[in-house]
């Protein structure tokens, strides 16, 4: 279960990340109001899944899954380039995410 929330975890920090930029320094509201959600529950998710999952594990995960899911956002919108380099890096992280589960 811990496992579960984190992964939901690290998509909500995705989703905050990027309403965060969308809200242009809180100056616009929904982005804000899904930012200020979002990232409650992240961090919600977040210490909930860390009780049973190491921190460092668990944080690294986190970030892995949100950083990643934010810039293939980014890339998928066309607010991001696309290229051959930063792909093979997101899948780099993707499998080093993956590989941190396998060896939990």
Do not use: D, N
């Amino acid at each position: 279960m811990s496992w579960i929330v984190l992964v939901v975890s690290g998509v909500l920090e995705a989703v905050w990340a990027t309403a965060l930029g969308k809200s242009e320094g809180f100056s616009r509201p929904w982005p804000t109001a899904v930012f200020a959600v979002t990232v409650v529950l992240s961090m919600v998710g977040l210490a909930f899944a860390m009780r049973s999952i190491p921190t460092g594990t668990a944080y690294a995960v986190w970030v892995g899954i949100g950083a990643a899911l934010t810039v293939g956002y980014a890339m998928a919108t066309g607010v991001e380039a696309v290229s051959l380099v930063k792909v093979l890096l997101i899948l780099g992280l993707v499998g080093c995410v993956v590989g941190l589960k396998l060896v939990h």
